[in-house]
C-alpha cells in the first residue's frame, strides 16, 4: 500500500539536451539554498503538527536528540484488555501504559483501533498512585484544555475519535524514567451469526492509502469548514490532501521490527469473563491460543502464552449446545431515569420445497492487489476467489477486477461460467501479486457501474480487500449512489483489515461483511459466504410494539437479513418502562413470518444505554453519506454524546493533573509510540500524496530533498542510528 505520487523522483537527475540549460543555471542556485537550509534547519527541521503554537516547544518525528546529540528514547508501551462479557453485550477495559527510557521530558502520541461499533464511555489517567479521570468535552474545547496543560507543564491525556474505529491518544509531560497509565472503558455488543457468538478486539492498524492533491490545512479549512476540525494532532507519516483532509492523524508509524508472541514489542494481555446465559457446546479465538476455565456456567478466558503481539484481531467465538441456540433474547437497562432495551429475534429458517428457486447469477469478484494486500492477504486472496469461482453454476455468469494503482479485468464483460472460463479464471487468480496504490474508486465504479447490463441474473459483487484507506466516506457516497440493484458482499482480508469500512460499505450495498483472517479459513468462509447469499432472504421485516410503549429504535429501518442473521434493536423509551409483547413480521421466500416475544425488564444489564447511544450516533453520521450537511449533523450528534459520556467525531476526553510536573526550564520533546506491523503483512514503504506544484517545482524539491539529506547524512554519519525509521 502507498500513496499517491508523481514520478519525478526517478527522474531528478536525468540531464538531456532540452534541459541541460535550465539545470546549469539552477543547480548552484540549489547547491547555495541547500547550504542556507542546513544551517537553518539545526539539529532537525520542525515536523508538521496543526496543533502546535507558534512559540510552543520544539517538536520531532519518530527520534529525538538532546542537547548532547544523544538519542531519545521512545516511550515504551504495554496493553492489557478485560472483557466482560454478559449476554450479547460486552463490557471493556484497556489499560495502556507509556513509559519514558531517555532522559528528556517528551509528549507520547499513541495510534490505536477499537471495534467500530464501541461506545468509548471513560477516561482515567494515572500517575504512581494518583488517578486523574478524564472527562467528556466538545473535541475543539478538549484540545484547548490539553494544550493549556501541556504548556504549563501538567500531566495530561487526550483521547480523540478519528474514525469510528481509530483513535489517537496524547500523553503530554511524562518525565525521565516516570511511567503513566491510561484506562479507555467502552460497551461493545456481541455479535451474532449463523449460530455462532463473537468479539472483536483489534490490535494493531492497516497503513491507510492517502488518495488525492497535498494541500495547505488552511485551504481545505476555507473551502469546506466542516472539515477544519479534522486536520488534527497525530503526527503521521502523511500530510492532509484535498480528498483526505485528516491524513496527518490517520497514518500511524510502523515498528520496522516484527515482533511475535514469545517476544513481544507492543506486548498485550487478554483476559475475559464470559457469561453467556446457556450452556456452551465450544468456546475458542480465531488466531490465539487460549487457557479456559469454566465454573458454574461461567468462563474465565486468558491468552494461553500470557501475553500476545499486537499485530493482529483478537477474535472470541462461543457457540451455544444446539438445543440451546437462542430464537428471541431481551436485554433491558434504566439509566438516568430512562428505560433501554436490546432485543434479538431469530427470523425463521425456510427448509425443503419452502425455498425459493435458485436464479441465475452474475458475480463480478473485484480483488484488491495494492501493497497493503502483500506477503499473507494476496495468498488468502487467491484462496479465497479460486473457492468461490468454483462455487458458480453453469446457468450463472462472472468477471474478476484486480485493482491497484490501476484496474484490470479478466474480461471487458462479463462471462458464462462455463468450465472453460472458469479455468481461465482461475489462471488470472493464480497469477495475482500485490504491489502499488489502493486506488479503489475505480474498481468501484467499474463493478457498479454495468447494472444495467445483468438482464434476468440477479447481480452480486465481492468485494475482497484489506480496506486499508483514508477516503472511507467518499467511497461510501459513491456505493449509495451507483449502486442501483446490486448487492455488495464484502471479503475482509488480513490480520488487521479496517472493519469499520467493510462492513458498513456491505450496509450501504444491503449485502453482509466476511472476514478471513487465516488462510485456513479462506474456504470455509467462501463457502458459507455463497450458501448464505444463496439463501432466501428475510425482506420487509416490520417492529411492532405494544399499544402506548413510545419507542425510538436502531437502526431505524431494518435492512433485509440473510441466513443465519438476526433481527437485533437498541431502544429508547423514555421515562415508562415498556410492558406486553413486541412482535417481528417480515417476509421469506413468498411467505409471511412472524414472531413475539415478552418484554420483561427483569434484571438490570449495563451498558444498554450506550449501545443504543452509539448507534442511534452512527445512523445520524450516515446521514452525511445521503447528502446531509454535516453541521446540522454535529448539531443533532454533540449534545446525544455529551451527555451519554460518549467519545465521537465532535467529543473528545481529556484529564489533566492539577500539580505542575516538568520544570518551565526544560523542553518537551514530541514522540509518536509506533505501532506493529499486521501479522503477514509485507514491509510497507511510505510514499506522499501529490502535490499542487508544477513540474519543474518538483524537480528543484526533489533535487532539493535529496541534496540537504546528502548533507547532513556526511555532516552526521557518526550520530546516526542505523536502526530503519519506517517499514
Known amino acids: 500500500m502507498t500513496t499517491q505520487t508523481t514520478s519525478t523522483t526517478a527522474h531528478a537527475f536525468v540531464f538531456s539536451g532540452h534541459n541541460f540549460g535550465f539545470w546549469f543555471h539552477t543547480l548552484p542556485r540549489l547547491v547555495m539554498a541547500g547550504l542556507l537550509l542546513l544551517a537553518a534547519t539545526a539539529p532537525l527541521a520542525r515536523a508538521y503538527d496543526p496543533l502546535a503554537d507558534e512559540d510552543e516547544v520544539r517538536s520531532g518525528r519518530l527520534f529525538l536528540r538532546d542537547a548532547a546529540g544523544k538519542m531519545v528514547g521512545a516511550p515504551n508501551l504495554s496493553s492489557k484488555a478485560h472483557l466482560a462479557i454478559a449476554g450479547l453485550v460486552a463490557e471493556v477495559e484497556l489499560e495502556q501504559t507509556f513509559r519514558n527510557d531517555g532522559d528528556e521530558w517528551v509528549e507520547g502520541i499513541y495510534a490505536f483501533p477499537l471495534p467500530d461499533d464501541a461506545a468509548v464511555r471513560y477516561l482515567e489517567m494515572r500517575v504512581g498512585e494518583r488517578r486523574i479521570v478524564g472527562k467528556i468535552r466538545e473535541r475543539e474545547h478538549a484540545k484547548q484544555i490539553y494544550q493549556a496543560a501541556r504548556a504549563a507543564g501538567k500531566k495530561a491525556s487526550l483521547v480523540e475519535q478519528q474514525r469510528p474505529n481509530f483513535f489517537t491518544n496524547r500523553i503530554a509531560n511524562l518525565g525521565p524514567g516516570e511511567s503513566i497509565t491510561v484506562t479507555l472503558r467502552y460497551v461493545q455488543p456481541v455479535t451474532y451469526e449463523g449460530g455462532e457468538f463473537s468479539l472483536r478486539l483489534p490490535t494493531t492498524i492497516t497503513p491507510r492509502y492517502i488518495p488525492g492533491v497535498h494541500r495547505a490545512s488552511e485551504e481545505i479549512a476555507e473551502e469546506q469548514p466542516a472539515l477544519s476540525l479534522a486536520a488534527d494532532p497525530y503526527l503521521g507519516w502523511a500530510l492532509p490532501t484535498d480528498r483526505v483532509p485528516d491524513a496527518n492523524a490517520i497514518t500511524p508509524f510502523l515498528n520496522p521490527q516484527v515482533g511475535s508472541d514469545t517476544s513481544p514489542i507492543n506486548a498485550i494481555t ?12 465450544e468456546v475458542g479465538a480465531a488466531y490465539h491460543e487460549l487457557a479456559i476455565t469454566r465454573e458454574q456456567g461461567r468462563y474465565r478466558v486468558a491468552l494461553a502464552s500470557r501475553r500476545s503481539e499486537m499485530d493482529r484481531d483478537f477474535v472470541l467465538r462461543w ?18 431515569g430512562e428505560h433501554y432495551g436490546l432485543l434479538m429475534l431469530m427470523p425463521p429458517a425456510v427448509e425443503g420445497t419452502q425455498a425459493a428457486a435458485r436464479l441465475p447469477r452474475e458475480t463480478v469478484f473485484v480483488v484488491d492487489t495494492s501493497g497493503s494486500m502483500g506477503g499473507v492477504s494476496i495468498v488468502q486472496a487467491r484462496q ?70 445483468q438482464g434476468e441474473r440477479l447481480r452480486q459483487v465481492v468485494f475482497i480487500t484489506d480496506g486499508a484507506v483514508g477516503n472511507e466516506t467518499e467511497l461510501f457516497t459513491e456505493i449509495s449512489n451507483t449502486l442501483g440493484s446490486n448487492r455488495l458482499y464484502t471479503v475482509g482480508i488480513g490480520s488487521a483489515p479496517n472493519s469499520w469500512f467493510m462492513r458498513k460499505a456491505a450496509s450501504f450495498g444491503r449485502g453482509t461483511f466476511t472476514h478471513i483472517g487465516d488462510i485456513s479459513e479462506a474456504e470455509s468462509r467462501m463457502v458459507a459466504l455463497f450458501e448464505q447469499i444463496a439463501a432466501p432472504v428475510a ?24 441466513a443465519g442473521q438476526p433481527v437485533m434493536l437498541s431502544t429508547a423509551f423514555g421515562a415508562q418502562a415498556p410492558a406486553g409483547q413486541v412482535a417481528v413480521s417480515g417476509r421469506i421466500a413468498g411467505s409471511d413470518w412472524s414472531r ?13 444505554a450506550s449501545v443504543w447511544a452509539r448507534r442511534k450516533i452512527e445512523s445520524l453520521l450516515d446521514e452525511k453519506v445521503t447528502g446531509r450537511a454535516e453541521v446540522l449533523v454535529r448539531a443533532d450528534v454533540l449534545p446525544l454524546a455529551l451527555s451519554h459520556s460518549l467519545l465521537s467525531p465532535y467529543t473528545s476526553f481529556v484529564a489533566v493533573e492539577e ?56 555532516m552526521r554519519r557518526e550520530e546516526v542510528d542505523h536502526a530503519p525509521l519506517a517499514v
Not at 457457540?319 to 438516568?336: H, I, K, L, M, N
Not at 468450465?419 to 468501484?444: I, K
Not at 506493529?676 to 499542487?692: E, H, L
Open 596 to 608: 413475539t416475544l415478552e418484554l420483561n425488564s427483569g434484571a438490570d444489564h449495563a451498558g444498554i
Open 319 to 336: 457457540r451455544a449446545v444446539a438445543s440451546q441456540e437462542p430464537q428471541a433474547a431481551y436485554f433491558a437497562q434504566q439509566w438516568e
Open 539 to 562: 425482506a420487509g421485516i416490520r417492529v411492532q410494539w405494544p399499544v402506548g410503549v413510545q419507542a425510538e429504535s436502531y437502526p431505524a429501518q431494518i435492512p433485509d437479513l440473510y
Open 270 to 281: 487478554i483476559t475475559a469473563d464470559l457469561n453467556p446465559g446457556m450452556p456452551l457446546a
Open 659 to 714: 500539580r505542575i510536573s516538568r520544570p518551565a526550564e526544560a523542553d518537551l520533546q514530541r514522540k509518536p509510540v509506533t505501532n506493529v506491523r499486521p501479522k503477514g503483512q509485507s514491509p510497507q514503504p511510505y510514499a506522499y500524496p501529490r502535490t499542487a506544484t508544477g513540474s519543474p517545482g518538483q524537480l528543484l524539491l526533489g533535487a532539493l530533498l535529496l541534496f540537504v539529506a546528502m548533507m547532513v547524512y556526511v
Open 384 to 453: 479465497a476467489l479460486t473457492t468461490a469461482l468454483l462455487t458458480l453454476q453453469p446457468e450463472d455468469a462472472f468477471n474478476i477486477i484486480a485493482f491497484s494503482d490501476g484496474t484490470r479485468a479478466l474480461s471487458s464483460q462479463s462471462l458464462p461460467a462455463s468450465r472453460h472460463n472458469v479455468q481461465r479464471g482461475q489462471e488470472f487468480v493464480r497469477l495475482l501479486q500485490a504491489g502499488g496504490g489502493t486506488r479503489m474508486l475505480p474498481a468501484l465504479q467499474r463493478a457498479l457501474g454495468s447494472d444495467a447490463e
